[in-house]
């Protein structure tokens, strides 16, 4: 079982940087992959970054070479640092969780959400 707690959305004007931060806890030995997936208003849920045990990464396209994911296992913090954001990126941020890096908009487990908003 893993709970997640995002922080760190906010309103900012195109160009500009956020970084969410995202506290995990899990109650079990597992070693999770842990990702950001994001959801627009009227569209589907995006996977935004995932980070697995190993410290593989991946990016969806849309967000490849403005945001980074980073986690600090001593805080059991997963972090989203966004630059040069858009528009397009306005959408609630969730933070999640799942033991396989498989789909990161399907994982099982799942923050309450930050809302980020550029204009």
């Known amino acids: 079982h893993v709970q997640l707690v995002e922080s760190g959305g906010g309103s900012v004007q195109a160009g500009q940087s956020l970084n969410l931060s995202c506290t995990v806890s899990t109650y079990d030995h597992y070693d999770y992959c842990l990702g950001w997936v994001r959801q627009a208003a009227g569209k589907e849920r995006e996977g935004v970054a995932a980070?697995?045990?190993?410290?593989?990464?991946k990016y969806a396209d849309s967000v490849k070479g403005r945001f980074t994911i980073s986690k600090d296992n001593a805080k059991n913090t997963l972090y989203l640092q966004m630059n040069s954001l858009k528009p397009e990126d306005t959408a609630t941020y969730y933070c999640a969780a799942d033991l396989f890096c498989l789909d990161v908009a399907t994982m099982n487990y799942w923050g309450q959400g930050t809302q980020v908003t550029v204009s």
């Open positions: 980070i697995d045990s190993e410290g593989t990464i």
